[in-house]
């Protein structure tokens, strides 16, 4: 795995970072990152809805609740899931540790893993990653922060803003990691292995946050799919330590609607380059349905289709098979008259009223489907409900990768 | 595609069948297959549960619900789905020429056809091959017509029985195709690409073969995932023509356990040998939850593990990878607690109450995966409830395949 850090430096006022090794890696990259920040943060959480929650998982559930944080410690290589109540209390210990060192409330810190699941986590080792991520923390480190928490990810994936927020210039900065076991469906305080945290300096409260979360979500992280595998660690964290100092931001306050934009831009821009990092992923394709009968109906169908192993695998041929769309679509559970739909690959019609468009057509979207990103839209004509999905193809390379991956 | 056919004759008294070639495909194979009982035959028929519906479904759901059939007309290299009013027309002539060619009544007909979908159907080509099969109608071109039906399929699919109804040895007999886009959810008269038929000379009343559908689907072609792409095209038929002179079985009959016991083996070694034939599978896989709070739990459970795009590339790489399929069950909706689960791998127990058991075990259950078949079963110790779901693996090849089928 190459990394090429990215020279940006990225700053956020009053949070500090570290990332550094302790031998969870068999390549020796960095495994270990900490996020801090200098004051207690308002917080707020979302977590993955698998049955099956590792224990950091567990832990930030409970602590996040508070609406309150200080600190996220991390550790990639391993996934601290199903791994018992031993794997609950090395992650106790980890929070304790970080707690102990930088003289933090244990309350307002959490734990976050990433890695192989059902393997007990060293604890010696990580225990010692955490003392040394402690010693390091720097404000100039951000992007070690995020090599740290690091697994299959082809390059690192990070997000910036500055926005105004009573007329003080606030960042809002986002860091996240996850190329396979992709289809984040995270619930706050109720239940990714996507790992995400975004970071501002502006002063809000924890209803705010968990506001913005909501907003965001669905339309980020719970709208991408790589593989339909919903991880047992998923999680995003949103911290504000008011070092900006502006009039804290209230739900529905003046200020909200652009933090929450911001908030949310964050958000949806991490989450497509998780997309476009998918494992073995050649392209990204949106995946938008308009017109179904309900909003259910129309995520039952942009769902079905961002998973369906056959569309993937004609998206990585470069073939715009309508007729697996279609097939999709049909068995989606979505209601629809399928001889009224109408199919696009970006702005080339393929469908229309339920007729293939046979000609020249099919060279002009068969192009489309050889650009690295590319919208396939469906409207069902069943109603005024519309939902949008974000995949990527399924390739050769995802199932080498996926049947290799631990030897 | 080499074809091997088997060269065990299949003969079922009052059957006739013919497979000849009208240059639908282009390797120039058989593409048009005819099945048809010399007397009209009591029948029950199930199809797809997919919104999108070929025009042969269509037409086949409204036939199919009188309780008597004479004849299937099928073709293969084109499924007519996705090709509106055109495509209906031409699958009703297929059957108008059936029936004017051998004196059938047209309603005694039905269509089948699986293919590209989208597709219009070459009319005039069909046509002649239909008349050209139902001059070839031989009681002795059983795998003829088999090959006929065949589009991705590596090898032909048949299974027989010979069994005691009323003191009289009947035959059962049925063909099956399909090899992608396999996960048949057929519904008895509501609504497969994969076609089977079931064919016997034993007297039975439509009731009865209803009752034997019903009892046998959920156990064979409804529990099977290859891709987990559920057909426009998926249909399968049962006739029986009454030509063993047997009394009639009907449902609760002395003799209708035995017929039906027969049909659901048949029906069963069918669908194995589809997953067998999954598009690119290297394995079968039985997935077998026990302990599952409700039927439907347990189904979910079964179903996820056997779509799961993670655990299938693991099975692929012969990684007794038990995390994924933790990580799977866990996001299935099934209820259960993590610290209770067994895990196997045929014999071998890779999980005990909750807590992966390490050491050489690990290398057992590894030369468990290596095997061409093998089961993992999953006890959730939540209930009394269990299901079973027939999957391969996710190969490279599947991937490959899929990627460049249409070109």
Redesign the interface.
């Known amino acids: 795995m190459k990394l090429s850090i990215q020279p940006v430096p990225i700053h956020i006022p009053g949070f500090q970072f570290a990332g550094v090794r302790c031998g969870l890696k068999e390549n020796g990259a960095r495994d270990v990152a900490l996020i801090c920040s200098d004051v207690p943060a308002a917080a707020a959480a979302a977590f993955t ?5 590792a224990a950091p998982v567990l832990i930030g559930m409970e602590r996040a609740a508070a609406g309150r944080l200080q600190a996220v410690i991390i550790n990639s290589g391993n ?1 601290n ?2 791994t ?1 109540r031993a794997g609950l209390a090395v992650a106790r210990e980890m929070c304790a540790v970080v707690s102990r060192e930088l003289h933090i409330d244990q309350a307002l810190v959490i734990p976050s893993s990433t890695g ?4 007990p986590l060293p604890r010696d080792r990580v225990l010692e990653g955490v003392r040394a991520a402690c010693r390091a923390l720097s404000p100039d480190a951000f992007h070690e922060a995020l090599e740290g928490m690091m697994t299959t990810d082809a390059f690192p994936k990070f997000a910036t803003e500055v926005v105004t927020v009573g007329k003080r210039g606030v960042t809002v900065a986002g860091m996240t990691k996850g190329a ?2 992709i ?1 984040p ?1 995270m619930a706050i305080e109720k239940h990714a292995t996507n790992l995400t945290y975004v970071l501002t300096d502006a002063a809000a409260s924890p209803a705010a946050l968990r506001r913005i979360l909501q907003t965001a979500l669905p339309h980020s992280f719970n709208a991408i799919v790589v ?6 660690n998923d999680t995003i964290v949103l911290m504000a330590n008011g070092m900006a100092d502006n009039t804290p931001v209230a739900p529905g306050s003046r200020d909200f609607s652009r933090l929450c934009d911001a908030g949310t831009r964050v958000m949806q821009r991490l989450a497509r380059l998780v997309v476009k990092d998918g494992e073995g992923a050649t392209k990204v394709v949106d995946v938008e349905i308009e017109g179904a009968r309900s909003p259910r109906d129309a995520k039952r169908a942009a769902e079905t289709i961002a ?4 569309c993937k ?2 998206f ?2 470069s ?1 715009p ?4 769309v ?6 989606s559970g ?3 008259d ?2 009224k739909i109408d199919v696009y690959f970006d702005a080339v019609q393929v469908v229309r009223r ?3 468009i046979v000609g020249e057509v099919e060279e002009r979207a068969a192009a489309v489907t050889r650009r690295p990103e590319f919208t396939l839209r469906v409207n069902l004509h069943a109603g005024t409900a519309s939902a949008r999905r974000i995949t990527c193809d ?3 390379d ?3 990768f ?6």
């Open positions: 809805t698998n049955r099956v929650k996934a899931a199903f018992g192989h699941i059902g393997v396979g076991m289809a469906r593989d339909g595998d919903t991880s047992t998973r369906s192993p056959l695998a004609a990585f041929g073939d098979y309508t007729g697996r279609v097939c999709a679509l049909g068995y979505a209601v629809f399928p001889e339920g007729r293939e399924l390739s050769v995802y199932v080498q996926n049947s290799d991956y631990r030897t």
